[in-house]
């Protein structure tokens, strides 16, 4: 499996192409904004010629699901996501007016993403890992055989979520990045939601909240 990493909107989120070579991919937290962050997204598709099949949102805060009405309308896709992140999605609303933000809104969650279960796309297949601390309901996704973790706002380089939102719980957020993702292999890249990618063993080693 491979990553293609954006960076959009004035939260400077990370939105994810995860592709094969079936060229079937997943677009993952699409958070682009303005008709430029749509194109991007758009001609790197093209470029590549590959066929969006899933939109999956590691948890809906605003700025993860900025995006998810124009992808879900162009290519014809529910939207997908933990059954616990419905309530978050239903605010999204009231916070862009809050932020001050053009929010088009969003389709609902179409089709529910259980924990523990084996995610699959193209030829590829991704283990579940649910992590709520930072969201009630967040969800990281693992690709065993390229040692790939897709970590959403749980676990970033050098820092964690932040869990003074509605639904956050710090000791449950570090309670999970401990028990489920620090296990993984040391050489696992993680690709979070916002900034650098990092390793498992390099947060394991200097992360200042989880030493
Ligand atoms: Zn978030």
């Known amino acids: 499996m491979k990553v293609a990493q954006f960076t959009f909107?004035?939260?400077?989120?990370?939105?994810?192409?995860?592709?094969?070579?079936?060229?079937?991919?997943?677009?993952?937290?699409?958070?682009?904004?303005n008709d430029e962050e749509r194109e991007t997204l758009v001609k790197f598709i093209e470029d590549n010629n590959l066929k969006p099949t899933k939109l999956v949102n590691t948890h809906?805060?605003?700025?993860?699901?900025?995006?998810?009405?124009?992808?879900?309308?162009?290519?014809?896709?529910?939207?997908e996501a933990h059954e616990g992140e419905a309530q978050v999605l239903g605010t999204c609303e009231t916070v862009s007016n809050m932020y001050g933000i053009p929010y088009e809104g969003s389709p609902s969650i179409g089709k529910f993403?259980?924990?523990d279960?084996?995610?699959?796309f193209g030829e590829s297949v991704l283990k579940t890992i649910f992590t709520p601390g930072h969201s009630p309901a967040s969800l990281?996704?693992?690709c065993e055989a390229d040692k790939i973790l897709i970590a959403g706002d749980a676990l970033f380089q050098g820092s964690i979520g932040r869990t003074d939102l509605p639904g956050g719980n710090y000791?449950?957020?570090?309670?999970?990045?401990?028990?489920k993702l620090l296990v993984l292999p040391e050489d696992v890249?993680?690709?979070?939601?916002?900034?650098?990618?990092?390793?498992?063993?390099?947060?394991?080693?200097?992360?200042?909240?989880?030493?």
């Open 9 to 33: 909107n004035a939260f400077q989120e990370n939105t994810y192409i995860l592709y094969d070579n079936s060229l079937e991919c997943v677009v993952l937290d699409p958070g682009c904004n």
């Open 60 to 79: 809906c805060h605003i700025d993860h699901v900025l995006g998810n009405k124009f992808i879900a309308e162009k290519y014809d896709l529910q939207l």
């Open 113 to 115: 993403i259980k924990e």
């Open 117 to 120: 279960t084996d995610y699959t």
């Open 140 to 142: 990281c996704f693992y």
């Open 171 to 179: 000791d449950l957020l570090i309670k999970n990045i401990k028990e």
């Open 189 to 211: 890249t993680v690709y979070s939601g916002h900034g650098p990618s990092t390793t498992i063993g390099r947060e394991k080693m200097s992360n200042p909240f989880l030493t």
